[in-house]
């Protein structure tokens, strides 16, 4: 028999050609696998049913704890309903009257028997059902006592309307606390407080004081300002624009920007969410839930603050350099979210992600009636980095045919003012068709001869074989309204400017890109090292107990040296005879540095001298730096100077440094350096860990990237070397959270190799000797290396215990070519068949989330085989995780699976689960004898065919 197993997925409304084989969507959340008619088992490809799929089976483990009592509730409580139509809460009775809820409503107010019709109740304790949500509208003051009362009462989501907390001082921070207190004494759910509500247009929910209920929906808006909400639900409404959800957080004491990205990735009805961001609390948490909703639906922020100035001084160059907004670009990025710099632009761009497939490649094709728009058009896509299509020669030749002899062979392709439809149809069929075209872009101008409405129905038949985006500028007002609703109707997105339209492509695009950060595989053999943290920890110990808040830069290479990053090494000289004589014992040519820990950029006070090539230099460069540096900087304290090797290798300068960001931790920062890198800002920022792929990419997008590859026959660097050196200071920044900043300026990077030739570290005082918990200070958790560790089965196998990584993809696949069909099927409740894409969700995972533990065995001949893989996914709380098993056929009945299973609930001890359940079918004799052995409590469901066990870690 063959061992696999997961857990069930819950019973979905699909298309009915469709059936569906996955285990479960988190253990597989993009279902590889449908059945259609007589064609049993092929890959799914249409995207508009991969989506469907990835909405309706992204319902995970991911604890929503009480939300859905929140957003979804039958009984609705009001506190502080009254009957003057201008308070809070009669404004809120009365819209969710309005809105046609089909749940009960419990009007709260000790003072009325009534109120609009409605029998009122003196306390929620009152209410003849419990209520699952409480609306809160009372005074500031008596909210704590009102959330008492709730979570007596038994009553599992609140959201407090109210203002008058935090926002207004000490006084309200202090009701905050009280109602925090509460919140925890009772396990209940809190949305607010001085929040605008939310509204579910589907369920006639507005539990908002909104002015006016928004049309139902696919796109979710969740905002940080009710103001700004209100304003955005009555300018949508204007325009026939829907909401699925619209939540307002307003203060996010509990229910917070993460929680609620959660929740709406379980929500079949949200096709994408657009967030107005003022700041991010919990990050970590933050990045978690984007990351995971934006693998199947797209998220869009408009960000507000861009430009708030820094309050604290720099050190470094790269603290000087690093903004806060530019570092959340980088997160942005790196969570998959597609950012926009005009709240107008929000829903443009939203509507073509919701409709269209995500492409990389941005080479467009425009058809115009009118050659201006066409110009602006090209102008606005050539200033976001976009591409116009060179059309081929074939795609030439059709367009010859079809247009007249004027059209001016190029894209943009001018069909001229006189085009009737079929012209606009056959020039979009023809570029459609054309391989070297991405998308295409349709702008018409209405004319005495235009016919709008026919022409729109021309596109849409154009593109009826097509699956690229096609985008439409329909410009002017009445006269080409019904076109507008026809293209929009039939699928296409609509714009009323090209611009606009522009931007929804490129930001298209950038999703595209932005998801590779999160499915792209590092190479098969990638930049590998050895990292003795042995060594580096009793170096580091030393280091940042004696050293001081500013480190030398002698201490500063010394951190690095930890790391094995190459550094040419500063000898400390008191005097001029003592540098000769250093200079002396290394060899000529030698470098000077002033020796201050009050100077951070010695070339700034003329301290630094190069290429001495005697001692007569030396003495000379010596009395220069020291009176130079006390006219430049009469403060400083010199102690001598440095000696150190003259790099003998011509190279590039770069800049790599990294600080902590006050919301998302350690940030790091690589480009242009030298003197010049802040004048020249040609940077590039990421958020740790960073592997292979990210340096890389942070690299290839430097201005100076094509000099470092070799521009016109130029030397290539060391590539390889520059990446690990990258790396390397990656995990030096990961592990040791005491660095506030540190900085490699310049490292010279050339064809042998690299190497740093200055550098300057920051360490925070108040931390050394009490660091806090391992990787607290950063945003997204590095892979988990503590779980790696030695095993050896009952069988005899000896194998290597640990985390799956994104590296692992190839002997992933591998591990699966060796499964038999009946173990895939044992495993996947279907046949699969293995792509990239399914690959990366497997093996590039959220390791504050999910844990999946192979066994690697090396073979005699050097070959790593993984043998198989048990898997946990844990809820945000960790309180429950899911299990899920495979042992490939060729190591079965070996004690593989006694050894996984032991280990993984040896983890989700370590977590704090309380409870660990898998499941999988009643046939899977294997899987059952693991359960029962490792004492899980099985519940057979006989009509769904699948059994069920669980037990405490």
């Known amino acids: 028999m063959s061992r696999g197993g997961g857990p069930r997925t819950p019973g979905l409304l699909l298309p009915k050609q469709v059936r569906y084989h996955c285990a479960t969507p988190r253990i597989c959340p993009l279902c590889p696998v449908v059945q259609f008619g007589a064609a049993p088992y092929r890959q799914l490809e249409p995207y508009w049913l991969r989506g469907l799929l990835e909405r309706q089976f992204s319902v995970s483990l991911v604890s929503v704890r009480n939300l859905d009592r929140l957003f979804n509730p039958a009984h609705v409580a009001i506190v502080g309903a009254g009957s003057h139509r201008m308070q809070l809460g009669h404004i809120v009775l009365r819209n969710l009257v309005d809105a046609g809820f089909e749940g009960v409503v419990y009007p709260v107010n000790p003072s009325r028997e009534s109120i609009g019709g409605i029998q009122a109740y003196a306390s929620v304790a009152d209410t003849p059902a419990k209520p699952d949500l409480a609306i809160v509208c009372t005074p500031a003051a008596i909210v704590p006592e009102v959330v008492r009362e709730c979570g007596e009462s038994g009553v599992a989501a609140i959201a407090v309307l109210s203002s008058g907390f935090r926002e207004v001082g000490a006084e309200g921070r202090e009701l905050e606390r009280r109602v925090g207190e509460e919140l925890a004494r009772h396990d209940l759910r809190l949305l607010g407080p001085n929040c605008l509500g939310m509204i579910v247009p589907r369920l006639g929910l507005n539990a908002s004081f909104a002015g006016v209920m928004p049309i139902d929906g696919h796109v979710a808006f969740i905002s940080q300002s009710g103001a700004l909400a209100a304003a955005v639900i009555d300018w949508a409404l204007a325009r026939q624009i829907g909401f699925s959800q619209v939540v307002s957080l307003g203060n996010m004491l509990d229910v917070d920007l993460g929680d609620v990205i959660d929740y709406l990735g379980q929500d079949a009805h949200t096709r994408s969410i657009i967030v107005y961001i003022e700041t991010v609390t919990e990050p970590r948490k933050f990045m978690s839930a984007a990351r995971a909703f934006a693998r199947s639906k797209p998220i869009i922020v408009y960000k507000a603050g861009r430009f708030a100035a820094s309050a604290k001084a720099a050190v470094s160059h790269t603290g000087a350099m690093v903004g806060q907004d530019d570092v959340y670009d980088a997160a942005f ?54 591409v116009l299509a060179e059309l081929q020669p074939a795609t030439l030749e059709t367009l010859d045919a079809a247009l007249p002899p004027a059209w001016p062979r190029a894209n943009p392709i001018d069909v001229l003012g006189d085009a009737p439809p079929k012209r606009f149809g056959e020039a979009v069929k023809a570029v459609l068709a054309d391989s070297e075209v991405d998308a295409v872009l349709v702008i018409l101008t209405p004319q005495a001869m235009t016919d709008a409405r026919a022409a729109a129905d021309a596109v849409l038949g154009a593109r009826h074989e097509s699956h690229k985006p096609l985008l439409a500028a329909w410009m002017g007002g009445h006269s080409v309204q019904e076109g507008l609703e026809c293209l929009s109707a039939g699928g296409v997105a609509t714009y009323a400017y090209p611009e606009q339209a522009i931007g929804a492509f490129m930001d298209l695009v950038s999703y595209a890109r932005n998801l590779e950060t999160l499915h792209e595989t590092p190479r098969t053999i990638p930049v590998s090292f050895a990292l003795d943290r042995g060594r580096a920890r009793e170096l580091m110990g030393s280091v940042l107990v004696e050293g001081g808040a500013v480190l030398s830069e002698t201490l500063s290479k010394t951190l690095l040296d930890a790391y094995e990053i190459p550094v040419t090494k500063p000898l400390p000289a008191l005097s001029a005879d003592d540098a000769v004589a250093i200079a002396e014992q290394i060899g000529y040519p030698v470098v000077l540095k002033v020796r201050s820990r009050e100077v951070t950029h010695k070339a700034d006070v003329g301290g630094v001298e190069l290429g001495l090539t005697n001692g007569d230099e030396v003495l000379a460069a010596y009395e220069r730096i020291v009176a130079s540096v006390h006219e430049r900087s009469p403060e400083a304290e010199v102690q001598g100077v440095t000696v150190q090797p003259m790099a003998r290798t011509s190279g590039h300068e770069l800049v790599l440094g990294a600080r902590k960001d006050p919301i998302f931790g350690a940030v790091i920062l690589l480009g242009a350096g030298g003197v010049a890198a802040e004048v020249l800002r040609d940077q590039a920022l990421d958020l740790p860990p960073l592997n292979e792929r990210l340096a890389l990419g942070m690299l290839q997008s430097l201005r100076i990237w094509p000099l470092l590859a070799g521009h016109r026959g130029r030397p290539r660097i060391n590539l390889d070397a520059l990446l690990e050196v990258v790396m390397r200071f990656s995990y030096l920044v990961a592990d040791y959270p005491e660095i506030s900043e540190i900085e490699i300026n310049p490292l010279l990077i050339g064809v042998e190799g690299a190497v740093a030739l200055d550098a300057r570290a920051v360490i925070d005082q108040s931390l050394v000797g009490h660091p806090p918990p391992p990787f607290s200070h950063l945003a997204i958790r590095p892979y988990p290396e503590e779980y790696t560790s030695e095993g050896t089965t009952t069988g005899g196998l000896h194998v290597t215990l640990r985390a799956i990584k994104p590296e692992d993809e190839p002997l992933w696949h591998e591990m699966l070519d060796a499964c038999s069909l009946q173990t895939i099927a044992m495993r996947f409740r279907g046949m699969v068949k293995y792509t990239h894409e399914m690959a990366t969700r497997y093996c590039f995972i959220d390791y504050d989330r999910e844990l999946a533990i192979v066994p690697e065995l090396e073979t005699e001949d050097g070959t790593r085989k993984l043998l198989g893989v048990g898997r946990l996914v844990a809820d945000t709380d960790r309180e429950n995780a899911e299990y899920a098993l495979l042992v490939a056929d060729p190591w079965q009945r070996r004690g593989l699976g006694d050894l996984l299973t032991d280990y993984c609930l040896e983890v989700a001890r370590s977590w704090g689960i309380s409870r660990v359940y898998a499941e999988t079918t009643v046939d899977n004799d294997n899987m059952i004898g693991v359960l029962k052995k490792h004492a899980f409590t099985l519940t057979r469901r006989v009509e769904e065919g699948i059994v069920v066990g669980e037990r405490r870690p």
């Open 333 to 386: 990025r790196r969570a998959g979210i597609v950012r926009v710099e005009r709240m107008e632009d929000v829903f443009a761009t939203a509507e073509l992600l919701a409709r269209e497939r995500p492409i990389r490649c941005a080479r467009l094709a425009i058809v115009t009636n009118a050659g201006g728009p066409g110009v602006m058009a090209a102008d606005a896509l050539l200033a976001r980095g976009g």
